[in-house]
């Protein structure tokens, strides 16, 4: 089976750094996403990590540790506009092509002022 | 402009009625998925689709039924079986290989009256 476990919520100050932890049991995957939904809107992607280590895109890095089981999104110099609900998500192999990601509850990160 | 559509943007069920949810795309995707949202969850996989003709049920695919007609065009049926249908809605789409990003529309609100 697969699971993915991430904080329900987490609250941050505008202009802080914020890491939200995803860790997962599952036997085996392709690599690690991370999407991002604002309230009534649609996942939007924001990126991935086939390979273990840091990727880095503008203001957010992920991070994959397969040994560790574990992930994370970090979002520096926050501001409002990154208030939303952050989702990772695995996909799991298959021989026949894309199989459908398997997301986690969601991460709820409200940026204050 | 390439994207992913889905209409309508609210919809209203009334008991025993079946409802269909459109949803469209023009990015050449052969994979299309449908996911479920309940306030504070995450995304629940209903069905997916690799190849026209063709669709697997995912882990909560009773009480749906799906088409896959056309490589465009992916709707999702409602039926009167779903008890309990009061959810957010959500279509994707990717390429079957080699990229992982999934592409969502933006959604409908499906409520019963």
């Known amino acids: 089976g697969q699971s993915l476990e991430q904080p329900s919520e987490v609250t941050a100050v505008e202009g802080a750094i914020v890491q939200i932890n995803c860790t997962y049991q599952t036997s085996g995957f392709y690599g690690l996403s991370w999407y991002q939904q604002h309230d009534g809107g649609a996942p939007t992607f924001l990126s991935y990590?086939?390979?273990?280590g840091l990727e880095e895109t503008g203001r957010f890095s992920s991070f994959l540790s397969r040994s560790d089981s574990y992930g994370y999104l970090l979002l520096q110099e926050l501001q409002m506009k990154d208030s939303a609900s952050y989702f990772c998500a695995v996909r799991l192999p298959s021989n026949s092509g894309n199989t459908p990601l398997v997301f986690g509850k969601g991460t709820r990160l409200s940026v204050i002022a | 402009d390439g994207g992913i559509t889905q209409s309508p943007k609210y919809l209203f069920r009334k008991e025993g009625q079946n409802v269909t949810l459109s949803c469209e795309q023009n990015l050449n995707h052969d994979a299309m998925y449908w996911y479920r949202q309940d306030p504070g969850q995450g995304l629940r996989l209903i069905y997916y689709?690799?190849?026209?003709?063709?669709?697997q049920k995912g882990d909560i695919a009773e009480g749906y039924s799906v088409s896959r007609e056309k490589k465009e065009s992916f709707p999702l049926t409602v039926t009167s079986a779903q008890k309990n249908p009061t959810a957010f809605y959500l279509c994707a789409s990717s390429m079957l290989r080699g990229e992982e990003t999934q592409y969502f529309g933006p959604g409908t609100r499906l409520l019963v009256l």
């Open positions: 689709s690799q190849i026209v003709n063709d669709f």
């Open positions: 990590n086939a390979l273990d």
